[in-house]
């Protein structure tokens, strides 16, 4: 059985957290199912801007917010996007959050809340498609070549509306 392991460390999700806890590990337990995918974990960490930003610079080099990372590290089996002996190095050198599970993603509770303020939709949604994002990072989908980002958002939004209206 896979397991979804979630630290909370934002403000954003004082009211909410269970619910969003319980809606992401449902989410991200089908897909590793549906990829095939057993006896692991991934972990989750929602944060503040402050704090994305930080772990932007450490471990990507890149001194900006952003919405979700995710380091994915060698033991899932790699089916789609492309996979660098630099990147596979960098990932062991960066295990974030734990020594255990294929991979850790990290979200900025903060900003989901921001977006989700913008669109119109509920918040919930939003960090559900930051953490869908980024699993399908840690599986191996690519979203830098257009081709390959069409078919990433594709995915994320079937699952994310599935969840929502399925």
């Known amino acids: 059985m896979n397991r979804i392991l979630i630290d909370i460390k934002s403000k954003y999700l004082r009211s909410n957290r269970m619910t969003v806890q319980r809606l992401i590990s449902a989410v991200l337990k089908r897909i590793l199912k549906e990829e095939e995918i057993d006896g692991e974990a991934v972990n989750l960490l929602l944060v503040d801007n402050n704090q994305i930003k930080r772990y932007n610079r450490r471990y990507l080099e890149r001194n900006r917010v952003t919405d979700v990372i995710a380091f994915g590290y060698p033991s899932p ?3 789609y996007g492309r996979d660098s002996a630099a990147a596979t190095q960098r990932q062991k050198e960066h295990k974030v959050i734990t020594d255990k599970g294929i991979g850790d993603i990290v979200i900025s509770a903060e900003k989901a809340m ?3 303020r913008k669109r ?3 918040f919930e949604q939003e960090v559900l ?3 869908v994002h980024g699993l399908l990072h840690i599986l191996g ?5 257009a081709k390959d980002r ?3 958002w594709k995915r994320q939004e079937e699952i994310v509306s599935h969840r929502l209206h399925g």
């Open 77 to 79: 089996p790699r089916r």
């Open 129 to 131: 498609r930051y953490a």
């Open 120 to 122: 119109e939709i509920p």
């Open 141 to 145: 989908y690519d979203d830098r070549m």
């Open 150 to 152: 069409k078919r990433m």
């Open 114 to 116: 921001t977006e989700a």
